[in-house]
């Protein structure tokens, strides 16, 4: 019944649009210990997922959003752009209960592709990470 995805975190945020990924991690999904980036594994959020809850996302959770998701991403930083694709997470996340997971990862990648040269838009920053271009994702 695993449907995880390297670019799909539990959570909600798109790990493909994220600066480390294919760098230091691969994707919050990832169990390979082969990634610099290892704090995913003490994520509470990820945690309660996978391993209390058994599920792939939290938007198959009855308890989303929850108090672990807010505190951790939709609520951080309130006001402040940079993080937009953490508060986008109960509007955007609700879309792959409408579709199915491949659908939404192809939407997802679709959203963070940079419509002039095809690079990766990555979130924080919202530019192309190829071209520089500025986008609003
Ligand atoms: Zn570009």
Redesign the pocket.
């Known amino acids: 019944m695993k449907n995880r995805k390297a670019e799909l975190a539990p959570c909600g945020v798109f790990c493909g649009a994220c600066p480390s990924y294919k760098k230091t991690c691969l994707g919050c999904s990832s169990e390979s210990k082969e990634q610099k980036r290892t704090s995913k594994w003490g994520c509470k959020v990820r945690n309660c997922c996978y391993n209390s809850q058994n599920k792939n996302y939290c938007i198959e959770c009855d308890d989303f959003p929850c108090e672990k998701n807010r505190n951790k991403l939709i609520d951080t930083h309130p006001g402040d752009v940079k993080y937009k694709y953490r508060h986008e997470i109960p509007e955007i996340f609700v879309k792959m209960k409408e579709m199915e997971v491949e659908a939404y990862l192809e939407f997802q990648k679709k959203r963070w592709t940079?419509p002039?040269?095809?690079?990766i838009i990555h979130f924080y920053k919202y530019e192309?990470s190829?071209?520089g271009?500025k986008e609003i994702v």
């Open positions: 940079c002039s040269c095809g690079g192309c190829k071209c271009k």
